[in-house]
């Protein structure tokens, strides 16, 4: 039967990690939008401000399981090496891999194979799921999703509590419904967490 994964990234948080006041009307505002949505599960990352987020989207959703996943958490999914890179901006992408601990970059690759594992493909009865997770993760599910390299996670770039929808249904590919949705957010709280260069 088909999945629909729901994927966000959590709200806006401070350099600390703990949400903002922003950050929490944004996780409050995805929980309304999600309100009629038969979710089966939220699962989310260990980091307090997927934690939250989390708890906050599950107050508008009752009756929800909140389950917390090290797979849905924030790492480094794939590592690239320079030969796999086009030329152009192989030096900048591996200077921003470059940049993370060796544990992250060595761990990272393992937790993303589990993400795929729980996450995504078919299932035996119709479920709708939500992952409250961290930029890289929704990279990689919709990098995946699209049979892209693997190296193309990078530069896929996700607003604070946006939403992503992938369908994973028998027999067919794949398919992204929609990507970094912020419909349900009012203008004043859209492209946080976006890189400033490319919010409009």
Same mark, same amino acid.
């Given at each position: 039967?088909?999945?629909?994964?729901? @994927?966000?990234?959590?709200? %806006?948080?401070?350099?600390?990690?703990? +949400?903002?006041?922003?950050? !929490?009307?944004?996780?409050?505002?995805?929980?309304?939008?999600?309100?009629? /949505?038969?979710?089966?599960?939220?699962?989310?990352?260990?980091?307090?401000?997927?934690?939250?987020?989390? !708890?906050? /989207?599950? *107050?508008? @959703?009752?009756? /929800?399981? @909140? !389950? *917390?996943?090290?797979?849905?958490?924030?790492?480094?999914?794939?590592?690239?090496?320079?030969? =796999?890179?086009? =030329?152009?901006?192989?030096?900048?992408?591996?200077?921003?891999?470059?940049?993370?601990?060796?544990?992250?970059?060595?761990?990272?690759?393992?937790?993303?194979? *589990?993400?795929?594992?729980?996450?995504?493909?078919?299932?035996?009865?119709?479920?709708? *799921?939500?992952?409250?997770?961290?930029?890289?993760l929704i990279g990689?599910?919709?990098?995946?999703?699209?049979?892209?390299? %693997?190296?193309?996670?990078?530069?896929? &770039?996700?607003?604070?509590? #946006?939403?992503?929808?992938?369908?994973?249904a028998p027999g067919?590919?794949?398919?992204?419904?929609?990507? &970094?949705?912020? #419909?349900?957010?009012p203008a004043e709280?859209?492209?946080?967490?976006?890189?400033?260069?490319?919010? +409009?």
């Open positions: 039967m088909t999945r629909y994964l729901y @994927l966000t990234r959590h709200g %806006d948080a401070t350099p600390d990690g703990e +949400l903002t006041d922003a950050g !929490r009307r944004q996780a409050a505002l995805l929980g309304e939008r999600l309100a009629d /949505v038969p979710l089966a599960a939220v699962h989310h990352g260990p980091r307090p401000r997927a934690a939250e987020t989390a !708890r906050l /989207v599950g *107050e508008r @959703l009752p009756g /929800v399981p @909140l !389950r *917390e996943s090290r797979a849905a958490g924030d790492y480094l999914p794939y590592v690239p090496v320079r030969e =796999e890179l086009p =030329e152009e901006y192989a030096d900048r992408l591996l200077g921003f891999v470059g940049q993370f601990p060796g544990d992250e970059r060595r761990d990272g690759p393992a937790l993303a194979r *589990e993400a795929m594992e729980l996450f995504t493909g078919p299932v035996a009865q119709l479920r709708h *799921e939500l992952v409250v997770t961290h930029n890289f990689w599910l919709v990098r995946a999703a699209m049979d892209a390299p %693997d190296w193309r996670w990078l530069g896929v &770039n996700h607003c604070n509590a #946006a939403l992503t929808v992938i369908r994973y067919r590919p794949s398919s992204v419904l929609f990507f &970094n949705d912020m #419909a349900h957010l709280l859209r492209w946080t967490g976006f890189p400033p260069e490319l919010r +409009l």
